[in-house]
Structures are given as C-alpha cells and as structure tokens.
Antibody, heavy 115, light 106 residues
Framework: QVHLVESGGGLVKPGGSLRLSCAAS????????MTWIRQAPGKGLEWLSY????????NYVDSVKGRFTISRDNAKNSLYLQMNSLRAEDTAVYYC????????WGQGTLVTVSS | DIQMTQSPSAMSASVGDTVTITCRAS??????LAWFRQEPGKVPKRLIY???SLESGVPSRFSGGGSGTQFTLTITSLQPEDLATYYC?????????FGQGTKLEI
C-alpha cells in the first residue's frame, strides 16, 4: 500500500528557510517521478515542482523558481523540498505526491510564514 | 503556461441528480488530464486519469471524457458524500496546472 508522509512544516518568519521531507513506502520509490503541490488556506491546489526518478530532471512553477529546490534520496526513499526566502504567500499545506499524474498524495504538512 | 478553466466554480444539486463539470485547457493537452475530489478537510484523491480512465475503487457513477482542450467529469446518481470540491489537472506541459476548482453542494 502506497504511503507518503510529509514532515518539517511549521512556523517561520518571512525571509526564513524550511526543509520539508516526504517519506515514501509501499512502492519502489526509485521508479517514480515525484511531485510537490500546495494549498493555501481556503484556496485551490497549486502544482509546485517535480523531480525525475534519478534526479536528472526538475521543474518548478514560476512563483517558487529560484527559492525552492526539490531533491530526493532514493536510498532513503525520501523526497525533499528546500524552501528559502519564504514569504507570507507561501503559507499553505504542502503535499508530496507520486508521479506526474499525481496518483497518490501524502497527508500534507502545514507551513506558516508569519512574523 | 497552460490555463485550465473549470466551470462552474460552484453548483448545487440534489441526491440522485446527474452533474457535469467542465475543464477547458488554453491549448491542446491531448488526454493528459486527471480529475480529483477533495472532501472538506481531507486530502485530494484522484478519480480519473488519462481523461477517461477510472481510478481503481472509484464508483462507476464517475466518468470522464474529452480530449484536446475540452474535458468533462460527470457524476450520476449523486450521493451525499459527493459533497466536495473537484479539480482538474493538466500534466502535459510544465508547469503543470490545476483548474480553480468546482465546489459541489448537495
């Protein structure tokens, strides 16, 4: 059974940094592209970034390009999102998801950017 | 970027009704479209992939159609648990983009 568990969310001041993690189990992690998606409070879903199975390819939405970095460690079955220069508008629940068609979602981790 | 426009943004229906939600892409995305349902306070769940393929375990009263730029999600025999917000996602070209959501009230 596919299981994705995010961690690392919390309260951070504007301009600060945070690193999110996603622990994967129940499938061969190294076979799949992985994705980060977020949802601001009361708002819709926003696709953020993807990383290919061997980390060769990554892509980002413009709103986070240059500030966020996606990475993975296939030996640890883990996906990461390094978030720098955080802004109030980055406040959201952050989900990791499997593959580019988003077949499975984690339960999400809340990031709050506030002074 | 490809824009995904969902309509309607909100709708009200009754148990037993049939409803259709439309998603229009700003350019051709072939069939690289998925539909998701997000119940209040819960994690989104995929219902349909490749525009018309039903996810395993999803009731057959959900169906998807379309290709190119126009797509539909149809729900027949509405049930109370269908109260949710529905989203489409194009995964044809980066950055991938979601529709703005359709809130369905029963």
């Amino acid at each position: 059974q596919v299981h994705l568990v995010e961690s690392g969310g919390g309260l951070v001041k504007p301009g600060g940094s945070l690193r999110l993690s996603c622990a994967a189990s129940g499938f061969t992690f190294s076979d799949y592209y992985m994705t980060w998606i977020r949802q601001a409070p009361g708002k819709g879903l926003e696709w953020l970034s993807y990383i290919s199975s061997t980390s060769t390819y990554t892509n980002y939405v413009d709103s986070v390009k240059g500030r966020f970095t996606i990475s993975r460690d296939n030996a640890k079955n883990s996906l990461y999102l390094q978030m720098n220069s955080l802004r109030a508008e980055d406040t959201a629940v952050y989900y990791c998801a499997r593959d580019t068609a988003v077949s499975y979602w984690g339960q999400g981790t809340l990031v709050t950017v506030s002074s | 970027d490809i824009q995904m426009t969902q309509s309607p943004s909100a709708m009200s229906a009754s148990v037993g009704d049939t409803v259709t939600i439309t998603c229009r892409a700003s350019q051709d995305i072939s069939n690289y479209l998925a539909w998701f349902r997000q119940e209040p306070g819960k994690v989104p769940k995929r219902l349909i992939y490749a525009a018309s393929s039903l996810e395993s375990g999803v009731p057959s009263r959900f169906s998807g159609g379309g290709s190119g730029t126009q797509f539909t999600l149809t729900i027949t025999s509405l049930q109370p648990e269908d109260l949710a917000t529905y989203y489409c996602l194009q995964h044809y070209t980066y950055p991938y983009t979601f529709g703005q959501g359709t809130k369905l009230e029963i």
